[in-house]
């Protein structure tokens, strides 16, 4: 199953394989890059036709407890290993801006970014592990987390499942998936070679400054 082809996603795994990709999507460090928003609306769309692969009803019941389920997944993971959990491989995969961004959501809105963060994508990944090393209390975080996934899951797909029966979004459907799939890739793409330009800038002026003090007297 490819969760990047979600039409052959959503038809070859159907609501098991929906609820382990919004498990997964926070609850274990790779979260980030799958397309939750894409296959949750997809899914609204697909529940909406003649032959659905399942009941919206349903899925607006068993998608968000799984998705509350990775939250959990993620919270304990960042109280175990701690800080350190975002850094290394995982900082430079993301890159340091969704991090800050998440730091800062922490600071302004506490436990409301367990909630809001839930709406951003590879913020809602990050978030339970900050708030699991951050000491955020097991009962608030659950408590939030399943506020925001049941708001967001549940949302997605009822706002897929309504506009899912107009003709111009049933009839452009790959339009639509590529669109929302890009608001994420892109903007880690462009932070992606960001960084690497500046290491490289960084690099040639090391070796420039390495070359005029070794020809120093």
């Not at 009962?139 to 949302?155: E, K």
């Not at 639509?176 to 890739?185: G, K, M, N, P, Q």
Request: hydrophobic share 50%; net charge positive; proline share 6%.
């Amino acid at each position: 199953m490819n969760p990047f082809d979600i039409d052959s996603f959503l038809a070859t795994g159907g609501v098991i394989g929906l609820c382990v990709l919004m498990f997964v999507e926070t609850g274990i460090l790779i979260g980030f890059l799958f397309p939750g928003d894409s296959v949750l609306f997809t899914a609204g769309v697909l529940a909406a036709q003649p032959n659905p692969f399942a009941s919206v009803w349903w899925l607006c019941i068993v998608v968000p407890i799984s998705a509350a389920l990775g939250d959990q997944c993620g919270y304990f993971i960042g109280r175990r290993v701690g800080r350190s959990v975002i850094e290394g491989r995982m900082l430079a995969a993301v890159g340091p801006d969704y991090i800050d961004r998440t730091h800062r959501y922490f600071e302004r809105y506490g436990p409301l970014t367990v909630f809001f963060g839930r709406f951003i994508g590879v913020v809602r990944t990050l978030t339970p592990l900050v708030a699991g090393f951050s000491g955020m209390p097991h009962r608030v975080f659950t408590l939030f987390s399943i506020l925001g996934s049941f708001c967001w899951a549940a949302g997605i797909i009822l706002l897929g499942y309504f506009l899912g029966q107009v003709p111009l979004i049933r009839d452009h459907l790959e339009v639509f998936i590529i669109a929302s799939v890009l608001t994420v890739a892109v903007p880690m793409a462009i932070g992606v070679t960001r960084r690497y330009l500046q290491r490289r800038r960084g690099a040639a002026r090391n070796e420039v400054g390495d070359r005029e003090a070794g020809g120093q007297p």
